[in-house]
């Protein structure tokens, strides 16, 4: 089984531990609502705990392998294009997770894309909710 197909099971499991085994340390996530990834491990772990706690009805409906050009280097890498569907928010959502692999085949990056823009928006504030109530992100500032 390769890291993808490891991944996509983890996921259906809903198993942070092997999910954690897959990344490297020094991971990097690019979200569809935030554009400052979400770097290393620990910080990309709890953002997969409340995304796993979030979406409803998830799940992989396709596979793609093949190469891509990474966004922290520009270096081409073993890659693989997962597609999913799920709901958020009462949201249907379409979307891709765009794996990079580094040489040991573990996740190195990681871009998540979402569609319709509905669903972003349902998406960033259910993530934003789980993180804050996580201790993951500061609460809204109260005046």
Do not use: C, W
Request: aromatic residues 8%; charged residues 25%.
């Amino acid at each position: 089984m390769d890291t993808s197909e490891r991944f996509r099971a983890a996921v259906d499991d809903r198993d942070l531990a092997a999910l954690g085994d897959l990344l490297t340390d020094d991971i990097r996530l690019y979200s569809p609502v935030t554009f400052t990834p979400f770097e290393g491990k620990p910080a990309v772990l709890g953002l997969f705990g409340v995304l796993l706690r979030t979406f409803e009805n998830f799940r992989y409906i396709g596979h793609f392998t093949g190469t891509a050009q990474t966004g922290t280097d520009a270096t081409t890498a073993p890659s693989a294009v997962l597609l999913f569907r799920a709901e958020a928010g009462g949201k249907e959502i379409h979307g891709i997770d765009l794996l990079h692999f580094d040489d040991d085949g573990r996740i190195k990056e990681f871009t998540v894309m979402v569609r319709p823009r509905s669903a972003v928006h349902a998406l960033g504030e259910a993530v934003l909710a789980g993180l804050v109530a996580d201790g993951l992100a500061p609460g809204p500032a109260r005046s």
